[in-house]
């Protein structure tokens, strides 16, 4: 199927706790063209693990357009305190990811941020933030803000005060299921964030669920598309699934061709 003007993937997340590689090799042998890689272990962080996966990626001809890292539920801790040493030790160790980005080719890397339950004010976060991208931005890599509902991220005023503090430097990554899990309905962050978002996480929801396959619940993915053109939302749209939200890799990858229809 030709390549829509949003490129269309599937994270490796979907098939946790299988191994990084051989998620990716499943993947990739379904023809998917585009996927965000997970990192789930300091070592797949070493270059000898790297060059398996570039070696892969080029292989099948698949673009690997994001990162998205583990230590995502110490960055509360690493981050967003008082404590600068642990900042700076923090911002040294996540080199290493955008080390590997450039290697593989990855641009943007998504950020969980600060947990609710810390205090860390509006400023201190902010200007922790542009640190990020200013070390990230020498490997050519965009440090993305997700919308994370236990998080500071998962409060849309927040992220419209992140947005008016930095302006162009603020870049988000929206996925859908946090949004619907901290209340809000997706298109309410399309239109306040706008082409800020810079990566998208899809999932489909209803009722009973928050994470389904795209097409199953009550989001229009057409309708969604058409609001993403509206406001000039440039992005690549990654489907992540939990296990538990379909059967089998082939779904995944129907679920990826439904979605570049809808484009």
Do not use: W
């Not at 890292?69 to 040493?85: A, I, N, V």
């Not at 990230?136 to 993305?144: E, L, Q, Y």
């Not at 419209?160 to 603020?170: C, F």
């Amino acid at each position: 199927m030709k390549e829509s003007g949003y490129p269309v993937g599937v994270s490796t997340a979907c098939l946790y706790p299988m191994l990084t590689e051989q998620a990716l090799l499943e993947l990739c042998k379904r023809g998917i063209q585009n996927v965000e890689i997970f990192i789930n272990a300091p070592s797949e962080l070493e270059k000898r693990f790297l060059r398996e996966i570039k070696s892969m990626l080029e292989h099948y001809g698949v673009n690997a357009v994001s990162m998205h890292p583990f230590t995502c539920e110490l960055e509360t801790m690493m981050f967003f305190t008082g404590y600068s040493r642990r900042l700076n030790d923090g911002l040294e160790y996540y080199k290493k990811y955008f080390e590997a980005m450039e290697y593989l080719g990855s641009k943007i890397f998504v950020l969980h941020g600060n947990n609710s339950r810390n205090r860390c004010p509006d400023e201190m976060y902010f200007g922790h933030f542009e640190r990020f991208n200013e070390i990230a931005s020498a490997f050519g890599v965009t440090v993305a803000q997700e919308n994370v509902g236990r998080c500071s991220s998962g409060d849309l005023e927040f992220l419209k005060k992140m947005k008016a503090a930095l302006g162009d430097k603020a870049k988000f990554v929206l996925d859908t299921k946090q949004a619907v899990r901290a209340g809000y309905d997706p298109y309410e962050f399309v239109n306040a964030l706008g082409e800020s978002i810079c990566h998208i996480h899809i999932s489909d929801y209803d009722d009973t669920s928050d994470c389904k396959l795209v097409g199953t619940g009550k989001l229009d993915c057409r309708e969604f598309v058409s609001c993403l053109r509206k406001n000039n939302v440039n992005s690549a749209v990654i489907l992540e699934l939990y296990s538990s939200g379909y059967k089998s890799v082939e779904e995944l990858k129907t679920n990826c061709d439904y979605i570049k229809s809808c484009l």
